[in-house]
């Protein structure tokens, strides 16, 4: 028996030719690190000619990194220097077992960083549940399509109506490739088309190494990995997406009562892939990457709301008068005479603008809303007291308070709270439309009983930075 006799049998029988045989304390211990998957990843393993295209693997990795869908430091390193190649059946159970060994570090990983991240679908039924009434004239469309031709490309490698560069070029695509390199906090490289179409190629190949390189982590090729290992339950999730208008009922009915009554709403819901980042909104869509919840609805269902709800701040929030163009940039600038007014102006803004979303999303009051607001506090007061010689310092103060939900998001939350208890669920779009010193400074008067307030000299700038917008409401 030699590795190529194994790269030959039918899955079934490997197991039975390897238990009784020379090879069967290796088989072993590879079935106790792989479990099921040890008949795929021994035949992968084998499946390679010439052998010494295990080191092509280290080579996905850096290309991996250098197209932009790399793990940034935060997961380890896979490839180690030292895995040698499979030239027989005894060295072949070797690198399996070692990548059966990578493979549990990595999951282990994963789990410690992002908790969050399912690495499996959970067989929830799609049973949405409206709060109340949509105004007649609210429209959402729920964009899945580029997700449909991800798995339609996956399951015609041989024949696909698209190839991967006109997937990466569809609209939900292209938002979140815009998004995330409108952040700002992302390192670089970042990803662009052409390197998502390489993650799709190679995410929808039968190569021995590409199928190995998906083995090994569910993120790998930009989660593509995870989307082409779960085709099916992808398949079926987002035909129960977009069934009878269900999930656009859900999240408009939970906006609606916090517009104002007379503004009319049509926008666009996008699903797309993308590492490390569950939720975006762009100047086009609200958006989500679907392989961040899968079919645990508890967690997209707040993030699909929280992120539309950025798309009904454009329609309703106080902008910049001399910038056409709805959108973030409108809102979150004003043409201040002072720098220091227009840094401090766009921090407010953007506690504003998370945390009405983050309370949209989840309206209930949770208790570290309290410790993010003194967080937040203090960053407001540092970006107000800095003297700055370089745009890096005020932006990585500002990245400090909004990166990875950080306090920005339930400071505004809290505030958010505090204009609905006192006026209504219209009475947070009405603030909205006033500006974000005023929705700061209201907020915070309503919440001065629990014994938090900013420093006397940033009340009195706020309070200044409103009587400058508030005229032009």
């Not at 211990?29 to 992968?44: K, P, Q, S």
Request: negative net charge; contains cysteine.
């Amino acid at each position: 028996m030699d590795r190529g006799s194994i790269a030959a049998l039918d899955t079934e029988r490997i197991p039975e030719a390897l238990e009784g045989s020379d090879f069967g304390s290796g088989w072993s211990r590879l079935v106790g690190l792989a479990a099921e998957d040890a008949v795929l990843v021994l035949r992968l393993v084998c499946r390679l000619t010439p052998p010494e295209r295990i080191a092509e693997l280290r080579s996905l990795e850096t290309e991996q990194a250098e197209r932009g869908a790399g793990f940034l430091g935060m997961l380890p390193d896979q490839i180690p220097d030292d895995l040698g190649a499979p030239v027989d059946l005894e060295t072949s159970l070797d690198v399996a077992i070692r990548l059966a060994e990578i493979r549990a570090a990595n999951l282990e990983s994963l789990a410690e960083t992002m908790p969050n991240y399912p690495l499996s679908f959970a067989g929830n039924e799609f049973e949405p549940d409206p709060i109340g009434d949509v105004p007649p004239d609210w429209k959402l469309k729920v964009d899945v399509e580029g997700i449909r031709a991800a798995l339609d490309f996956f399951d015609a490698l041989d024949s696909p109506s698209l190839t991967a560069s006109e997937i990466a070029r569809m609209p939900a695509f292209t938002e979140m490739i815009r998004h995330r390199r409108e952040l700002g906090y992302v390192p670089e490289p970042l990803i662009d088309e052409a390197g998502l179409a390489w993650c799709l190629e190679h995410a929808a190949s039968d190569d021995p190494v590409d199928m190995l390189w998906k083995w090994l982590h569910p993120q790998n090729f930009f989660d593509l990995s995870d989307l082409y290992t779960h085709r099916a339950e992808y398949r079926r999730l987002i035909d129960h997406l977009v069934r009878d208008g269900g999930l656009s009922a859900y999240v408009l009915s939970r906006l609606a009562p916090y517009a104002p009554p007379e503004v009319a709403f049509m926008d666009r819901l996008s699903f797309a892939v993308g590492w490390a980042i569950n939720g975006w909104a762009t100047q086009e869509t609200g958006g989500m990457n679907i392989e961040h919840a899968k079919d645990h609805f508890e967690r997209m269902l707040p993030t699909l709301v929280h992120e539309t709800f950025h798309r009904l701040q454009v329609s309703i929030a106080l902008g910049n008068p001399e910038i056409e163009e709805a959108g973030f940039d409108q809102i979150t600038s004003y043409p201040f005479e002072r720098e220091e007014d227009c840094r401090l102006y766009q921090a407010l803004c953007y506690i504003m603008l998370e945390g009405s979303a983050t309370y949209a999303a989840s309206p209930e009051v949770e208790e570290s809303w309290m410790e993010d607001t003194r967080a937040a506090l203090d960053l407001l007061e540092r970006i107000r007291t800095s003297d700055w010689d370089e745009e890096s310092g005020f932006e990585g103060l500002l990245h400090e308070g909004l990166r990875s939900n950080g306090p920005f998001y339930g400071f505004g939350a809290l505030l958010s709270n505090a204009h609905v208890e006192n006026g209504g669920p219209p009475a947070l779009g009405t603030a909205l439309r006033h500006g974000a010193p005023g929705f700061i400074e209201r907020g915070l008067a309503w919440l001065g009983g629990a014994g938090i307030g900013p420093s006397a000299d940033l009340t009195d700038q706020i309070a200044v930075l409103r009587k400058i917008v508030e005229p032009s409401v």
